[in-house]
């Protein structure tokens, strides 16, 4: 798909309603920093559109882009943000819930972790949660550019055990810097934009 336009449409706070929006959404969800708002800026070949930051904590929001008026891309608020009090963290855990649970265009959810590390307690509870709510999520593991190419598979199976990912579940690496992975990712978007839950 030829990106043409690009539009923050929807922003949503802890006490907003969330969209009833009528275009597929495509969700990105994963701990503060590990690079959703860069991976979506990738995928909107926008420089800086989504705001980025080298502070974890950015994307407080829910953020709905629409993009050629065909789908979304929904910017989830990271988790794990160590700094953001529990009753806040809880908000936007409830948030988040909310969204999974109720949003009827949700096609895929694209769980974000970082390459480098094996996956935190966090990590491994967002990837369950979004499998209970129905959901297979696909994993794209972030900052490629960071580590060796040689360590790539290691660093593949590391992330699959520490989630203990179901058989048959999608790991793709990606650089935000180099934009490897970058395809890959966009092809399972337009392969699932006329899909239906159960089977994205
Ligand atoms: N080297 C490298 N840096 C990256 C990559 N992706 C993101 N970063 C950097 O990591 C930092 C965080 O990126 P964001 O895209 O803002 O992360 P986020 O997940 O949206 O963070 P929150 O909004 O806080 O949840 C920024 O400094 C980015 O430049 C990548 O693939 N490679
Ligand atoms: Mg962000």
């Not at 969209?19 to 969700?27: C, G, I, S, W, Y």
């Not at 974000?112 to 949660?129: F, G, Q």
Request: with cysteine.
């Amino acid at each position: 798909m030829i990106i043409r336009d690009v539009n923050l449409e929807t922003v949503c706070g802890v006490t907003s309603k969330l969209p009833d929006n009528t275009l597929p959404e495509f969700a990105f969800a994963g701990k503060s920093n590990v690079g959703k708002s860069s991976l979506i800026n990738a995928l909107m070949n926008r420089k800086s559109y989504a705001r980025t930051s080298s502070q974890p904590g950015k994307t407080q929001t829910i953020n709905f882009y629409n993009i050629n008026n065909a789908l979304y891309y929904v910017d989830l608020p990271g988790y794990g943000y160590a700094k953001v009090a529990l009753e806040a963290k809880e908000k936007w855990g409830k948030m988040i819930e909310r969204y999974l649970k109720r949003s009827e265009m949700l096609k895929m959810v694209f769980l974000l972790v970082d390459i480098r590390h094996e996956p935190s307690a966090n990590d491994k509870l967002m990837y369950d949660w979004i499998i209970y709510n129905g959901y297979h999520p696909v994993i794209i593991a972030t900052k490629l550019d960071k580590i060796n190419r040689s360590q790539i598979q290691k660093h593949v199976k590391m992330i699959r055990e520490g989630l203990e990912m179901e058989k048959g579940g999608i790991v793709i690496p990606f650089s935000a810097e180099t934009k490897q992975g970058r395809d890959e990712i966009w092809n399972l978007i337009e392969a699932n934009l006329g899909t239906g839950e159960e089977e994205a």
